[in-house]
């Protein structure tokens, strides 16, 4: 059974930083293409950033410089590096998992609030 755990949300205050975590159990990441979504209080999950199987990134413009996804092999994780972040930035963040075949995979959320 496929599984993906996000880790690493929490309260972060404007312009710091913090490091999410996507971990895999029942299949390995390097053969999906790993996206981050978002979504905030009375808005629509949002794209924000993805990582393809050959390494390829893409943000969106909201996030685009602030934000980096990456792969670790080893340890089967993708991984969602956020700085200079903002009260905008407040949402449950969401790892996704998919394959040319179709299949795809969530995990349950992690909370990131960015607050004075």
């Known amino acids: 059974q496929v599984q993906l755990v996000e880790s690493g949300g929490g309260l972060v205050q404007p312009g710091g930083s913090l490091r999410l975590s996507c971990a895999a159990s029942g299949t390995t990441l390097s053969i999906y293409v790993m996206v981050w979504y978002r979504q905030a209080p009375g808005k629509q999950r949002e794209l924000i950033a993805e990582?393809?199987?050959?390494?390829?990134?893409n943000y969106a413009d909201s996030v685009k410089g602030r934000f980096t996804i990456s792969r670790d092999g080893a340890k089967n994780t993708v991984a969602l590096q956020m700085n200079s972040l903002k009260p905008e930035d407040t949402a449950v963040y969401y790892c996704?998992?998919?394959?040319?075949?179709?299949?795809?995979?969530w995990g349950q959320g992690t909370q990131v609030t960015v607050s004075s």
């Open positions: 990582v393809t199987t050959g390494g390829s990134t």
């Open positions: 996704n998992g998919r394959r040319v075949t179709g299949a795809t995979y």
